[in-house]
């Protein structure tokens, strides 16, 4: 079965930080991955996603994740962390290549210290 | 432009009661997939339905649990007879097309259903 890990149920940063939000996963075919974030009582907010071609894939408010097939990873980072980055974030693949049965990992809640 | 909106935002059902979620997509999106958040879990799928069909329901509850899209109106997911097992957040999601990964889900702010 798959399954994606995401090592650190909490991570706390200080304003201005980079920002490391790790993502393992496991899959026997090419995977296609994804992060989003979740803001309090919101729903979730694609942020990026990899499917195929490059393996640095920038997504939106300065976020950008890099697919490494040899560590299967899929890392999460901000150059600079920004009080508005506070929220959960959860990484995600998908089943056999389809777009809606995503896998997700139990999520990293993210602080960001002023 | 709306996103997808989900109601009621809270429910509080007492056990052996009945609970009601309801879901309208995107305009403009015809395939909806609800997902369940557990407490401290990530979002796990559900059921996929496009109007008036389900698709995909590998992972629902045997039992208790239904979804429909009807031609008319919001997408439904019933809980019959609820246990406090099933105190969660439900989220629904949509898109335009499906197995496309150029139309990626449009989550909903989620249904948090207690159990009391």
């Known amino acids: 079965a798959q399954s994606v890990t995401q090592l650190g149920s909490h991570v706390s940063v200080s304003e201005g930080a980079l920002v490391l939000l790790r993502c393992n996963y496991s899959s026997s075919v090419p995977p296609y991955l994804f992060w989003y974030v979740q803001y309090p009582n919101q729903g979730l907010q694609l942020l990026l996603k990899?499917?195929?071609?490059?393996?640095l894939v920038k997504g939106i408010n300065g976020f950008e994740a890099e697919f490494k097939k040899s560590e299967t990873s899929f890392h999460l980072t901000k150059p600079s962390a920004h009080m508005s980055d506070a929220a959960e974030y959860f990484c995600?693949?998908?089943?056999?290549?389809?777009?809606?049965?995503?896998?997700f990992g139990k999520g990293t809640l993210l602080t960001v210290n002023p | 432009n709306a996103g997808v909106m989900q109601n009621p935002r809270h429910l509080v059902r007492r056990r052996g009661q009945e609970a009601r979620l309801r879901c309208s997509p995107m305009?403009?999106?015809?395939?909806v997939y609800w997902y369940r958040q557990l407490p401290e879990e990530g979002l796990k799928f559900m059921v996929y339905l496009q109007k008036e069909n389900i698709i995909d329901e590998s992972g629902m509850p045997k039992e208790r649990f239904s979804a429909e899209f009807p031609k008319e109106g919001p997408s439904i997911l019933r809980i019959q007879q609820v246990v406090r097992g099933d105190s969660a957040a439900y989220f629904c999601?949509?898109?335009?097309?499906?197995?496309?990964?150029?139309?990626?889900?449009?989550f909903g702010n989620g249904t948090r259903l207690t159990v009391t």
């Open positions: 999601a949509s898109s335009p097309g499906t197995g496309e990964l150029n139309s990626p889900l449009h």
């Open positions: 995600a693949q998908t089943s056999g290549g389809s777009n809606y049965k995503l896998t």
């Open positions: 305009k403009g999106h015809s395939h």
């Open positions: 990899y499917t195929t071609g490059a393996t």
